[in-house]
């Protein structure tokens, strides 16, 4: 009974070591996914869901136009196996980076995805300001952003594609999860057609309620769901539009009978505060990438249900 006992002790301590090698085998052969956006993160985080955590790059309120690398950005970026980016367009900060990557780390611009909608950069005049002749027109646009509109995420049937682009890539990296990568873009693609129609019942009613925003965020919502907007207050969020654009601005709330100007949480709010002064316009918030809610798999869903309402809620009242 003794020696049984020995034996029996010998096999469970066997099995045990098999175990942990197994799970340690397993946790280093989960990929290191580097993703640039809440939106985007949201999305990745959700196809690795059982294998692996994404990190994200640009936590709170940073915003793709805008942002600067850290040095511990740039370590985090040398251990990558993945980096995802909306487009060599947008995130342009990322150029030296990458370049300096080592040779495994695979770049995933998901604008590369099939089947996704890409929109051309708006460029009317006129009353539809999306291109202005003080300095900001839609030549020099093109030249930072390239000529098609980069805010494509704001479409969620344009997220279901890049579900599926997601699972294909991680799949090639690892090919141990292919199986469960495929079942989780399944799901999620699931979710985000729940999700359009949600939106589109939130969204109701406004299509024939002008508005105004602070830089032109807003075209793939306005394809998706019918909304009527009238234009930006700048094609370059970095750069501040001059007075005389800010009176063509004024003059256009006024003769179009714009019902809401939306600022952005990332930029200052003076100048939508500005504009709407004196008018019968009021003011609301429109957040491209949701900063204020917590990364994560339900992220993408939270602040698209976010922008929704802010969108309903200016529009009918």
């Known amino acids: 009974m003794h020696v049984f006992s020995i034996e029996r002790a010998g096999r469970v301590l066997w099995l045990a070591g098999v175990l942990v090698l197994a799970f340690a085998w ?14 985007i993160h949201s999305l990745a985080a959700a196809i690795l869901d059982g294998v692996a955590e994404p990190k994200l790059l640009l936590e709170g309120g940073a915003s793709p136009h805008s942002y600067a690398l850290k ?28 370049a300096t ?54 479409d969620p049937v344009n997220a279901m594609s890049m579900a599926d682009y997601l699972a294909q890539q ?22 985000l057609a729940a999700l359009d129609e949600e939106l589109s019942v939130t969204l109701r009613g406004v299509s024939d309620r002008p508005f105004i925003v602070f830089h032109d965020v807003t075209q793939y919502l306005e ?15 970095e750069r501040p539009p ?26 200052p709010p003076k100048l939508v505060e500005m504009l709407t002064e ?16 917590p990364p994560g798999p339900g992220q993408y869903f939270e602040f698209m249900r976010a922008d929704a309402k802010s969108l309903a809620s200016c529009l009918k009242s």
């Open 26 to 39: 397993q946790s280093a052969a989960a990929p290191n996914v580097i993703a640039t956006i809440k939106p």
């Open 278 to 293: 004196g008018t019968d316009a009021k003011r609301g918030v429109l957040d491209e990438i949701g900063a204020a809610i």
């Open 71 to 98: 040095p511990s950005d740039a370590e985090a970026l040398s251990g990558a196996d993945a980096v995802i980016r909306v487009s060599e367009n947008l995130e342009v900060f990322l150029d030296k980076a990458i």
């Open 242 to 267: 001059g007075a005389k654009r800010l009176s063509e601005i004024r003059d256009a709330i006024s003769r179009a009978k714009a019902i809401c100007v939306f600022s952005e949480p990332q930029f």
């Open 101 to 154: 990557l080592p040779g495994k780390a695979r770049i995933i611009d998901l604008d590369h995805t099939p089947g996704l909608t890409l929109l051309p950069v708006r460029k009317a005049r006129g009353l539809k300001h999306y291109a202005s002749a003080e300095g900001e027109g839609a030549d020099e646009h093109e030249h930072h952003h390239g000529p098609m509109d980069v805010h494509f995420w704001l």
């Open 170 to 191: 991680f799949a090639e990296i690892d090919a141990q999860h292919a199986a469960l990568y495929r079942a989780n873009a399944g799901k999620l693609k699931a979710r």
């Open 223 to 237: 394809k998706r769901y019918g909304l009527h907007g009238l234009g930006a207050i700048t094609l370059s969020p």
